[in-house]
């Protein structure tokens, strides 16, 4: 079984910063990559950024040069640090890895239950 939980939403104004985090448990054997998904009202879920094992990160347009992803391997952790929030950037994140459980050949998707972040104009 395989968990991410997630924490740092909230509620800032328009040029705040919050800083997500989210952690990997449970038996896993390999994690090719982690990322931050988002959800607003009426939209469909979009990625983020996604860093990779090997270090590759990639980000949304519309997040560059304000978010900024790292990963903790020795934690199975991964942070996104949003700076200069604007208003569009409401939504509900979503951590998302994608793991190789103990015992397993292939790699699965795993989410976090999410974690509300709003930006006040």
């Known amino acids: 079984q395989v968990q991410l939980v997630e924490s740092g939403g909230g509620l800032v104004q328009a040029g705040g910063s919050l800083r997500l985090s989210c952690a990997v448990s449970?038996?896993?054997?390999?994690?090719?990559?982690m990322g931050w998904y988002r959800q607003a009202p009426g939209n469909q879920r979009e990625l983020v950024a996604v860093?990779?094992?090997?270090?590759?990160?990639n980000y949304v347009d519309s997040v560059k040069g304000r978010f900024t992803i790292s990963g903790d391997n020795g934690k199975n952790t991964v942070y996104l640090q949003m700076n200069s929030l604007k208003p569009e950037d409401t939504a509900v994140y979503y951590c998302?890895?994608?793991?190789?459980?103990?015992?397993?050949?292939?790699?699965?998707?795993?989410w976090g239950q999410g974690t509300q972040v709003t930006v006040s104009s």
């Open positions: 998302n890895a994608v793991v190789r459980g103990s015992g397993s050949y292939s790699y699965n998707d795993y």
């Open positions: 449970g038996s896993i054997s390999d994690i090719n990559s």
């Open positions: 860093i990779t094992s090997g270090g590759r990160i």
